[in-house]
């Protein structure tokens, strides 16, 4: 089955314990995403990767790093989480000349006290 | 700065009846806009895109409408189905790899 999957899909966690969630599509996409939404806001673009070993800033990319070493996975990592990021989080993934039409994980909530 | 907004947070339709949901953009220069549909407890789900050159492209029971004049996308649904119930965001692709959500606007169908 052509997915997006994510992992963990609930944490809990304490201010400066570095975390990692992974994500990880089986469709051969060449672009991926990740993306927050808070209430009210929306989805908010972090980071995206538009092929192995090249990512980039989307708009609210403070607090967080990625990584793109293989074509199917692009984890996000938050070094020093902090309360306000406390959100839930989406990765998406598209073909490159495609990229309307990103499919999206189920999502992965995450508390930070 | 860049923003994709909605005139309406939430929608209360019929069952059977035509449901128009609409967005507001500010960014002239966006290449691309797209509508998502999120159901409870899961990720936006693709629904259909438009070209900035179009003014109208049609889908399954969906039309998108675009109004460049004043900024305006338009989603319609056609004979709304229970099914049809989630909230509902407009997009935009700013150029290269970038996309911009709005807000989204929740629609509720009535049996």
């Known amino acids: 089955e052509a997915q997006v999957t994510q992992n963990p899909r609930y944490l809990i966690t304490v201010t400066g314990k570095k975390l990692t969630v992974t994500c990880s599509q089986n469709m051969n996409h060449e672009y991926m995403s990740w993306y927050r939404q808070d209430p009210g806001l929306g989805l908010r673009q972090i980071y995206y990767?538009?092929?192995?070993?090249?990512?980039d800033k989307g708009d609210v990319p403070e607090g967080y790093k990625v990584s793109r070493k293989e074509k199917r996975n692009f984890p996000l990592i938050l070094e020093s989480p902090s309360p306000n990021q406390t959100s839930l989080y989406f990765c998406a993934s598209s073909l490159r000349q495609a990229r309307n039409e990103q499919f999206f994980g189920p999502g992965t909530r995450l508390t930070v006290l | 700065g860049e923003s994709v907004g909605l005139h309406l947070p939430t929608l209360s339709v019929q069952e059977g009846d035509n449901s128009i949901i609409n967005c507001a953009y500010s960014?002239?220069?966006?290449?691309?806009f797209i509508w998502y549909k999120q159901e409870s407890g899961k990720g936006p789900q693709f629904i259909i895109d438009?070209?900035?050159?179009?003014d109208k492209r049609q889908g399954q029971r969906v039309t998108v409408l675009l109004n460049k004049t004043v900024k305006h996308l338009s989603l319609q649904i056609a004979a709304t189905q229970p099914g049809d119930s989630a909230v509902y965001f407009c997009?935009?692709?700013?150029?290269?790899?970038?996309?911009?959500f709005g807000a989204g606007t929740r629609l509720f169908v009535k049996a």
């Open positions: 997009a935009e692709n700013t150029g290269g790899f970038k996309t911009i």
């Open positions: 990767s538009m092929n192995v070993e090249v990512t």
């Open positions: 960014n002239s220069a966006s290449d691309y």
């Open positions: 438009i070209r900035s050159n179009m």
